[in-house]
């Protein structure tokens, strides 16, 4: 797929040189992006940003710097303290390789080198041209709320709360899929839109269809995670049976999620067509986005 | 002291209020900031600020950032992964009160606020002014670099990677002291020079005092923990008998020590008079920060 490479090379390019008596640091947090990944967010922010005609250089920074979050966000998940994950992709994770220490500060690394990325973006803004200049302060306020103690951040926090707790209201749930998952596609989306100079009216647009995005996005991780169950077991599993009412999917039953997510879907490429431009391949992207089977 | 409760003012307006589901890392992040400590960076700013005639408000987000950053910096030192501290100021450490989890999120929590406050802080940057956005762009720009892996980060990262070794050459300790303490006061000063709209050489100045600042400040440290060691063991300590060479006394002995920030004081000094502005604030400060017996 060409425009995967396209994302992978503008990623790289902002990724760190392996020099320096700290190069440690440099190698943990290039193994931590290059991982893989499917590259979601920084592909649904550059083609938003083509959507309003966007044809500049100042989204790359931007593109680069949120898959940086992102993987923060997955390096100190995956942490003892946090999930203790080992594996994630098929791979060891960041903090098997180069030890808990470096796991540590690679997140802090890679959060850092995000709003150092950014910084360096506005290098890409005119600054005698005071509407870019407005346009780069709106992205970089959004991007940074969303990652933080007031977005994924919260969502993090929440999550980590919930783990021993037997039920968690729906309402709990859907704070949950709005902030961990949520704010990094709304950010995505929503940045790629203001960059692209989109006028009020059409970034509340996007900002909705981003919303309605994240929450189908996390219901289909949960429909596939109780029909990868079920395909284990060899027999259907009521939601009943699960160990807690932890999912969405918990709460209102498999066949009333799907039809969410049908909704959902609907609802965001309706609202899409409500704005002026046309870019076929992001309605396909969050049609598969939406709908994948993995 | 007046100047202490300023800042101690201007930091507390840009913490968050301790309510929503995600209130535990408000909580944390509050409670590491207000841990107390002397607010040496957010001063160095101010002052450097008002040294180059700067009276706006697009300074009070800065300095709020960079006490952010350094706490951030302490509450993941502190993790156990890293130097494994519970107490700090004569208080538990973040992680002891709110766990481990917790302790790493808000951290997390602290550096990306530092970066959502210097977003909102383009607020107060006239954007049809480019001269203002010029400013801030390189504020913004050296602070960034300052905090992360080319900066602090990298500090922390050869401090670690060091401790197990037995003898660490000269240079390697001069690249720990100008990076670990060094980068963030070397920022303090630079980015209130910056916003205060300094030209070049003025900066390029404070640069090279900060730097000496940096230095001198971290050398001092060794001195007062030989000297707090002798006093504990009731005799002298030659640098020999340390445990290792993991310090600058260790390596050229206490009264060459001495000296040497004897003289980089006085250089610090002599730059500064330099300058056209006159801030005895600041003169007096950076001395007592320098020569201060504990």
Redesign the interface.
Known sequence: MDELKIIEKIISEYM?KED???K???EG?NYAVSAGGKRIRPILMYETYKLFGGNGDVIKPFMAAIEMIHT?SLV?DD????DNDDMRRGKPTTHIVYG??????V???L???A??T???G??Y?D??D?KQ??AY?EA??YI??C????GM??????D??SEDKEDIDLD?IM?LYE?KTGELLRASMVVGAILAGADKTDVDIIEKVATNVGIAFQIQDDILDVIGTEEELGKPIGSDERNNKSTYVAHVGLEESKEEVKRLTNEAIELLSEIDGKNEFLEEFLTFLINRKK
């Not at 942490?79 to 946090?82: A, E």
């Not at 808990?100 to 500060?105: N, S």
């Not at 951040?153 to 929440?158: K, N, R, S, T, Y």
């Open positions: 760190p320096g008596l700290q440690t640091i440099f947090m923060y100190h942490m003892p303290c946090v808990e220490t470096m796991g540590l500060f997140g802090d690394g959060l850092n080198l709003f150092e950014i910084a360096n506005m290098d803004v600054t005698a005071s200049v407005e302060k970089f306020k940074s709320k990652a933080g103690s007031f951040l919260a969502g993090q926090v929440v980590k709360e709990t704070y902030k």
